[in-house]
């Protein structure tokens, strides 16, 4: 039988990744088998080790996005499907990216149609973000061409859902969902909150009974998509850390929320617009024991979702930042909060086994259909 495909979309900060666990958890609940399939633009993903640590096989497509790496796509979910045959895959796109219809969800029902039956698109928003970029309140916006992939992002779903919707109350969730709707009213405007599950299963169950409508194209100004994602720094970074000879264990959420507190201090010093920060910290060895937290608007707070139930004497740090700023200030501003918090204030070892900081490059996509290809 054909795995149900189905990707879930959103700006960078929509939170995609909770979103996911809680599907996942939903569909494990009913007895269906599932595989994630995490993408970015580089190695080391918060999100491919949130999905191991809940135990849900994983599949890592690092490189460049689903449209650029499709040929990856098929291979990870090909892996997937000989490790456990997978009822539904649940694929988390690179934020950044748009036109994935027509780039990845066609081409995917086109060529590989026997072996995966593709969902409508359903692309997350965070609601203080959105109401910003809409109009509803003061904050702190991106460039234009960073918008315009925001925009288009929407304009491509079939179903929009609101996410944390407990940050809002009724009459700001009211409006929201009124201005999505005028402006992009192809779509079904959803409510939901990952956190809570409040408004999760009805979206749930409806994706997973529609077909994509194959009659929907985005036009899109592929020069202007990409000089949006060329705004847009990207870093990733993998730390090793270890208590000295000296000292027992150490409080490694309280590490994390140090570390996030200092980077958001430096990004809002260099006049950077974070997108997402998000790190995790695991004991050395236990991939399955973890602490996150997120920090999704310069103008907000980090959050930590998940613990430690215990202090540690060594683990692993992942670290992914995308701001609009220069890569350069990315690692300047990480290099220098982790010699801060790490080393100086608490008087622990690190050493940085990987890091990396670029700008995205312009998006060469493997296929791309048109209503001719059809």
């Not at 490790?83 to 796109?93: M, S």
């Not at 859902?161 to 402006?183: C, I, M, P, T």
């Not at 490694?252 to 006049?271: D, F």
Request: with cysteine.
């Amino acid at each position: 039988m054909p795995s149900r495909y189905l990707m879930i979309g959103g700006f960078l900060g929509a939170g995609k990744t909770t979103m996911i666990q809680r599907f996942a958890r939903h569909l494990d609940a009913l007895g269906l088998k599932v595989g994630l399939i995490t993408n970015d633009q580089g190695a080391g993903l918060v999100d491919s080790a949130i999905g191991r640590s809940n135990q849900f096989p994983v599949e890592e497509i690092s490189g460049g996005c689903f449209c650029c790496r499709f040929n990856s796509l098929i291979e990870a979910a090909a892996s997937l499907t000989e490790v456990n045959r997978p009822d539904v895959l649940l694929a988390e796109p690179v934020g950044s990216c748009t036109d994935l219809v027509a780039t990845v969800s066609l081409p995917l029902q086109k060529i590989y149609g026997d072996d995966y039956r593709v969902a409508p698109l359903s692309v997350l928003v965070d609601p203080v973000r959105a109401g910003q970029i809409l109009g509803l309140r003061e904050g702190r916006r991106f460039s234009e061409n960073v918008l315009y992939i925001y925009r288009k992002q929407l304009e491509e779903a079939e179903f929009i859902v609101v996410n944390k919707a407990d940050l809002l109350d009724e009459a700001q969730r009211s409006d929201l969902v009124a201005a999505l709707q005028r402006e992009f009213p192809e779509a079904r405007v959803v409510v939901a909150s990952a956190r809570s599950g409040d408004g999760c299963e009805g979206w749930f169950e409806a994706v997973l009974a529609a077909e994509m409508d194959t009659t929907r194209f985005l036009e899109i100004d592929y020069d202007r998509y990409g000089e949006g994602e060329a705004l847009l720094g990207w870093l990733n970074a993998t730390v090793e850390i270890k208590a000295d000879d000296g000292l027992d264990e150490f409080d490694g959420n309280e590490l994390l929320q140090s570390l996030a507190s200092s980077l958001k201090e430096k990004l809002e010093l260099a006049g950077a617009e974070v997108a997402h920060l998000k790190m995790t910290l695991t004991p050395a060895g236990d991939p399955f024991e973890i602490a996150a937290i997120n920090l999704v608007r310069g103008d907000s707070l980090p959050e930590l979702s998940h613990r430690l139930y215990e202090p540690l004497e060594d683990g692993e740090l992942l670290l992914n930042i995308r701001a609009e700023v220069g890569p350069d200030t990315l690692e300047e501003a990480t290099t220098a909060a982790l010699e801060t918090e790490i080393a100086i204030a608490r008087g622990l070892l690190f050493r940085i086994v990987h890091l990396e900081h670029f700008r995205p490059g312009m998006p060469v996509p493997t296929h791309r259909m048109t209503s001719g290809d059809l």
